[in-house]
């Protein structure tokens, strides 16, 4: 009689354990779910707030002449994979667009239409999270005479 009660004790502390598992589980589940949503929400508007800071600081460079330079120090998400310029010469003028192409599961870009002409040093370009220096210089073009903004990140 005595090893039935026993063994009745382990049974429910077993039923109890399995119940806990049960409810505990997906709330763990559930809440990481959460989190990693919020933090890919705020990534995407940290890339947004980057890409109009670019777009708004390479045009105030650009009119400001030849020689000003912009240094902005920003941070870059890890969801942030690439960024890139893109003339368009087909409209009157043509236009350029700052893409900033962020992975999440799928790549997605962002354009910020810029009015100025734009090029981005690529050959000293590091990429990855954390703070980056950026450093926008006008520069004349010495075989066209026209100016640009060179963007340098570091």
Do not use: C
């Not at 429910?12 to 890919?40: C, D, G, H, V």
């Not at 777009?55 to 240094?71: A, K, N, P």
């Not at 942030?80 to 962020?102: C, K, M, Q, R, W």
Request: glycine fraction near 8%; avoid cysteine.
């Amino acid at each position: 009689m005595r090893t039935q009660k026993r063994g009745q004790a382990s049974m429910e502390y077993l039923m109890t354990m399995s119940l806990l598992l049960l409810i505990i589980l997906p709330a763990i589940t559930m809440f990481m779910q959460y989190a990693n949503e919020r933090k890919a929400e705020v990534e995407e508007a940290q890339i947004f707030t980057l890409g109009t800071k670019l777009m708004l600081s390479t045009q105030e460079v650009y009119y400001q002449g030849e020689g000003s330079r912009i240094t902005l120090n920003e941070y870059f998400p890890e969801r942030l994979v690439n960024i890139s310029f893109h003339a368009y010469t087909d409209h009157p003028g043509g236009e350029y667009v700052i893409y900033l192409t962020s992975a999440r599961g799928v790549l997605s870009d962002i354009g910020f239409p810029v009015s100025v002409p734009v090029y981005l040093d690529t050959e000293h370009t590091r990429w990855g999270a954390g703070m980056r220096e950026i450093r926008l210089d006008t520069l004349r073009n010495t075989t066209s005479g026209e100016l640009y903004v060179n963007v340098t990140i570091n």
